[in-house]
């Protein structure tokens, strides 16, 4: 079983790692939407919410994988979409091999163009991340 902190810095470590990303930022989208600081192509992992079903708790990450996008160049945004779902692609290869939690491997991936600040184009998908929950009943305070 990995928390909901463990799985966090697992996800920045592997995009991290990444050959092809050379910032990850985890927080608010709107944050990093804001960020001009950041060396594209870059990641954002937000945190969204959890569930619980029977004895599993599934976190929710929303993924914002993106890159500069240059509009003098025809047909960028394209190649920018199929550089990110490669990225994506990887993740979800390494997701579903993970210990400590589950990949649920249908996931819905979105594109985007954005010109507020930066002008980026990229891919948008969110993931659920299960865990069994600790349901250890010695933990329970006694009232």
Not at 14 to 31: E, L, M, P, S
Not at 63 to 86: C, Q, V
Not at 134 to 139: L, M
Request: proline share 1%; hydrophobic share 40%; with cysteine.
């Amino acid at each position: 079983m990995k928390t909901l902190n463990q799985i966090k810095f697992l996800l920045i470590d592997f995009f991290k790692a990444h050959k092809q990303i050379n910032d990850v930022c985890y927080g608010d989208k709107r944050d990093f939407n804001a960020n001009r600081n950041l060396t594209y192509p870059a990641i954002n992992i937000e945190y969204m919410e959890s569930n619980t079903n029977g004895k599993k708790l599934t976190h929710i990450m929303n993924m914002t994988l993106a890159d500069l996008a240059d509009e003098n160049i025809e047909g960028i945004e394209d190649e920018i979409y199929s550089d990110m779902l490669l990225v994506a692609e990887d993740f979800f290869a390494w997701a579903q091999e993970q210990e400590g939690f589950d990949f649920n491997k249908s996931v819905n991936i979105q594109k985007f163009v954005d010109d507020m600040g930066d002008r980026t184009s990229g891919i948008n998908f969110k993931v659920q991340l299960s865990t069994i929950r600790s349901q250890n009943v010695c933990a329970i305070p006694k009232i």
